[in-house]
């Protein structure tokens, strides 16, 4: 059962999270009692109770210094730097923090793809990148000037209509500043003279995105009370998604066999399923070949992320037939990051003998137990087998996702939980869960707060507890836990 207790008063009007007026007060006064500073409960819950971040892009053509500024505004060394053709990222978003307030980089990479053209591939990056971004640092290298493909760049950038700031990079001192004051002929304002390897110029930087950035991006997902639910369809290339979109419309909505590297958006579809109607957004259209393979894997997941981050629920279809790859898990873990319903389903089911289906089991246990608590439906888009299951697991999927737990009842379990499994002892002290709340939903945010710290194991053990307590199926749960700073001392 979901308990949807967004408002006592008027939910939107205040900072508390998903907890009303009075729910938030009542709540106050026992992390008084427990020691706890008011400003650092607010704070916490704002922070767990926040929603998706404002994505900021960084786009331009290779070998500008753009993964250098990357690490630079995420003050570490993360994101690949060495810009070689051929060069596939594991993860391509990144959270970061100024003055204060966090987003989500997105590093388009500095990577070429000779047989396309350097103008096509940079392109191609740009608007799978500028597609699901709040705002966008263009680099340009001050040093060059602007080229045809920096052109080319702005062009997509004018028709995208995002706020961007363009950062002049490679500007190491004084010299510097006249080479990047001509590139106020790219006609995007004033160029903000950077040295992404040395750190000059990238405070003043940061505060020109932060005012280009929403507080809050806007929600992309669903049209209001009653709209259709968006469904992102995700998965490898060739798994079969364009097959089981057009399955389950009943007719041929979209082509199956894409030509690698095209920059089509996704198709949305209006789907009516089980007296329902959904919005699927269809992610293919990129096909492998073997001198294009990385090329067309790092394109397919910007333009999976595209999608998931427009989305309620990610339908994550693998290929039944075939070993579950790194490729299928790095898709799982995207959806899971991107904090989306999920649901796992096994294309091609019909075609397995018993043999395969033994050693698949045995695969969806080790390699996807990260997501053990998404319904999973075994379905085969060629001949319709089993389509009727997927409609129950996208709204269990869904119900989880948007389940509320009243602050109350769930302080009611945690003192049950606590009491029943403590804490291991460490370094002679036992580190205690004092009480919590649920500060979001879409996905379930939970902040604890607590009299020492708590180890990732115990963590997960909560987690799996709630998901027992509350039915969280088919939705990534998000746990953050404060301690209890010592009276006196220094707040971080």
Same mark, same amino acid.
């Given at each position: 059962?979901? /308990?949807?207790?967004?408002? $006592? &008063?008027?939910? %939107? +009007?205040?900072? !508390? @999270?998903? *907890? ?16 706890? /500073?008011?400003?650092?409960? $607010? &704070?916490?819950? %704002? +922070?767990?109770? !926040? @929603?998706? *971040? ?439």
């Amino acid at each position: 059962m979901n /308990d949807h207790i967004h408002s $006592e &008063g008027s939910g %939107e +009007e205040h900072d !508390h @999270g998903a *907890l009303g007026d009075a729910e938030f007060e009542a709540f106050m006064e026992l992390a008084a009692e427990e020691g706890f /500073d008011a400003e650092e409960v $607010e &704070g916490a819950i %704002e +922070e767990a109770g !926040h @929603g998706p *971040l404002p994505v900021l892009a960084v786009v331009g053509r290779p070998n500008v210094g753009k993964s250098t500024l990357v690490n630079r505004i995420i003050g570490r060394r993360e994101a690949v730097v060495e810009d070689k053709p051929g060069v596939t990222r594991d993860r391509v978003t990144y959270e970061a923090e100024w003055a204060g307030r966090r987003f989500k980089v997105v590093d388009t990479g500095g990577w070429e793809q000779d047989v396309l053209g350097i103008d096509a591939s940079v392109a191609a990056q740009a608007e799978y990148a500028i597609e699901a971004a709040d705002a966008v640092v263009f680099v340009v290298d001050a040093k060059v000037g602007a080229t045809d493909t920096d052109e080319a760049v702005v062009r997509l950038l004018r028709k995208a209509g995002k706020p961007v700031v363009l950062c002049a990079n490679k500007v190491d001192g004084q010299s510097g500043e006249a080479d990047a004051a001509y590139l106020w002929s790219l006609g995007l304002g004033e160029p903000s003279p950077v040295s992404a390897l040395h750190g000059r110029g990238t405070g003043d930087m940061l505060d020109r995105v932060l005012e280009a950035l929403p507080e809050a991006p806007a929600q992309t997902f669903g049209t209001g009370v009653g709209g259709p639910r968006r469904i992102a369809l995700i998965g490898r290339p060739n798994v079969g998604k364009s097959s089981l979109l057009n399955k389950v419309a009943g007719e041929d909505r979209v082509v199956v066999n894409e030509v690698a590297g095209t920059t089509r958006d996704p198709v949305d579809e209006l789907i009516e399923l089980g007296g329902v109607t959904w919005k699927f957004v269809d992610t293919a259209g990129i096909r492998k070949r073997v001198h294009l393979q990385q090329g067309a894997d790092y394109y397919a997941s910007l333009r999976t992320a595209a999608a998931v981050e427009k989305a309620e629920v990610a339908v994550v279809l693998i290929d039944a037939s075939e070993s579950i790859s790194v490729q299928d898990q790095r898709i799982v873990t995207m959806a899971v990051e991107a904090g989306r319903a999920i649901v796992v389903a096994y294309n091609k089911w019909d075609t397995l003998d018993e043999e395969r289906r033994y050693y698949l089991e045995r695969e969806i246990e080790t390699e996807l137990g990260q997501v053990a608590w998404a319904p999973r439906v075994n379905v085969s888009a060629q001949t319709g087998r089993h389509m009727e299951k997927l409609v129950p697991a996208i709204e269990t999927a869904l119900a989880g996702w948007e389940t509320r737990v009243p602050t109350g009842r769930l302080n009611a379990f945690l003192g049950e939980l606590v009491a029943a499994h403590p804490h291991p002892v460490r370094g002679g002290k036992q580190p205690r869960i004092l009480f919590g709340t649920q500060a979001g939903t879409k996905p379930p945010r939970f902040v604890l707060f607590a009299s020492g710290f708590i180890e990732a194991g115990y963590r997960r053990f909560i987690e799996r507890r709630l998901r027992e307590e509350f039915s969280f199926d088919g939705t990534p749960i998000h746990i953050s836990v404060r301690v209890r700073e010592k009276r006196g001392a220094k707040k971080k």
